[in-house]
């Protein structure tokens, strides 16, 4: 008798009530005899699950998530790959008396256009920030200090929700995200600019009840977060809360040394502080009040206080004076988003936002030395808005997405320079007004021929700068138009593995300070110089991956090429005239390419107790007269015990070069466990507990050489407490959490 293996199993599931698809369920295969079961999967965003491996035979297949009742289906006759269609999960209470943390869900998924990052699945991750949980991404690299590059770059643009924010990744707690995307090559529907979007997808509450959850940080460095949650669900009306307040404080050693021809001046600054204040949250709510229409709003605000305080030696051919640096920002923001979707049947919907933001601040510098000092007083506003409407459309086998973006930022600033110094150039004081002017167009077709599922877009962009700028005569006026095509292909191979391909031109257009043919001091010793001569980049890139699985092991190699053009970088050099200055001057530093790639390895072994992972990343780049390799990677080891989980993990990137010089290599590690009892869950981290992080760079050029590098005072340790509670609108039920109810066994 001839047996078929390599079958595939299919469908989707949704939520009973609302119909909406369930990312994160877990689908189980199950012998029929005993229902033991056999294999599993979780949903994707879409809901969609493909259980692969599968032989022929009669199964039970079960589909389950937290807050759900647990549904079978079957038995079923397997033969051949088969969709079973749709399974609608119906919600239901839990009550547990005590978790204990058995497994997780993998980390990183990778799907046709981007990485999906589940925080929860790592334990670092949940004591710290959205910048954390990237930490180990393939292709990402995150300091210890929470700074993000993305293979090599750290222009990308940050979404929330889908919506462009101003808070950086370190300012997200972790334990408020259900899960981050990285879109490094975007369709054609996403904003053109940056060299990836990260959308950062933030919890809300599914069931019909209410929930809370409250979270407490304290570190080493004696700052720390304090964040809260409350969601409501009534069916149609979904209320939500998020707060958040922060003090982060960073504590390095800096030291510089700098060759102006015979002259030589250094820099030691033995404790440097650096303290950040935030304190902000939203406020926002959706409704529904049709099964066809959905309202939401969302009003957030935040004040942020960045402060930064250091003595240091300054020591000039031998003689040495103690000088003092200070930095203070002050800066509240204010915004909100207005949102409306209607479903017109399956597939055919449109889309309508607004989106405003305002954001005042006033900024001060001082370096300070016995013979003077150099001070620069900021303020300045920046207001902007737009408005989008998205279209889409099935017809037949194909799926049309169409829509429209325009927006307006105005903004102003005021410098005001005062300098005594004899040792620094004297620069005149001067302020700006500047106005962009954005519009956009876009359409996006995708369908399948067979088995291979495509996606084409075009997006035209559009888009006028207007500077004004005291200390010069003219206005700078420059207009953008350019065209932004993408493809995105995908195809289905042997055991319900992917093969994806995908193209994508995108931009990083300069702005603000980039443009202004002005000097402005940054320290006793720098000074950045605007050019508005310069121009956007572009790059036109071409990724190629899949996704492989074999039993417990997930094996996903990636490899893409770029073609950038009007490369944005800066040029340092000396000031003159006998000054020990160096200007930063922003250029384009012509064309070039960037190839690489990486390969994540995921996997579990003694029933899931002991998980592995590997993400190694390899990049070659070129462009005006350097051509230069970077590599590097991250592994790490989780063990599941009775009591929790331990999870150890190294980074380490090779040194890298640039038109102005070069990076150091950088190797940190990190240190955590995690414990949880019924709503109750803590994490003990530790970062760089052996301090072997240092961030180097050197710049060469004629008479003139530098040589920096600042490290961590001492190992960023960690200790992080959160509750969660809720209640269903439901009477309770009995329900036993079994092992595959993996993930985080709290409320989302």
Known sequence: MLTVIGLTVSGKVIDSESGRPMAYAVVILHNPKDSSKLTGTYTD??????????????????????????????????????????????????????VVVEATPPKVRYEVDRKVITPSADIVSRGGSAADALRGVPGVKVDPQGNVEIRGSDRYILFVDGRPTN????????????????????????????????????????VAGYGFSLQGVANSYLGGMLNGTFGLSTGRFQPYVRLRLMRWVQRVSAYGISLFGRDTVVMDAPDLFYESRIAGGEVGFRYRPTERDELSLEVGGRYRGNEAD????????GDTSGNRGAFDLNSPDYRFLLGYDHTFSEGHTLSLTLYGFYNPFVMLTDDSAPDGHVRTATQGNVKYGFGEVRYKRSVGNFQINTGYKGGIALYEHTYEIDITTPAFPNLPDFSFEGMDGTHAVYATLSSNLGRLSYKVGLRLEYMKREFRVSSEDKPIDVIYFSPFPTLHLSYPYGRGNDFYVSLSRRVWRPYGDHYLPVKIPQSRTEIQEGNPEVLPEYSNTLEVGTN????????TPEIYASKRDNV?????????????????KFINAGSGYDYGGSLYIDGSVLNGKLRFNLSPNYRRYSYANITSSEYGGSASLTVFAFIGMLQARIDYTAPRRAVWGRYGQQIYTQIAFMTQIKGFSLVLSATDPFKLWRDEITVEGKDYRVYKYNRMRWPYVSLTLQYNFSRDFRLPQERSVGIENTGERLLK
Do not use: C, H, W
């Open 45 to 98: 965003e879409k809901g969609t699950f493909v259980l692969k491996n599968v032989k022929a035979g009669r199964y039970l297949i079960s589909a389950d998530f937290i807050g759900y009742r647990k549904t079978f289906i079957g038995p079923l006759e397997i033969r051949r790959d088969t969709n079973i269609g749709t399974i609608a999960l119906s919600p239901q209470a839990i009550r547990t008396e005590e």
């Open 568 to 584: 944005f970088d800066i040029r340092e050099y000396p000031y003159g005239d006998g000054y020990k200055v160096t200007v930063k």
């Open 167 to 206: 808070m950086s990744l370190k300012e997200i707690p972790a334990s408020q995200v259900e899960r981050i995307e990285i879109i490094t090559n975007p369709s054609a529907e996403y904003d053109a600019e940056g060299s990836a979007i990260i959308n950062v997808v933030m919890k809300r509450r599914r």
């Open 310 to 317: 250091y003595p240091y030696t300054y020591v000039l051919n």
């Open 548 to 555: 492989y699985s074999l039993g417990p092991l997930s094996i």
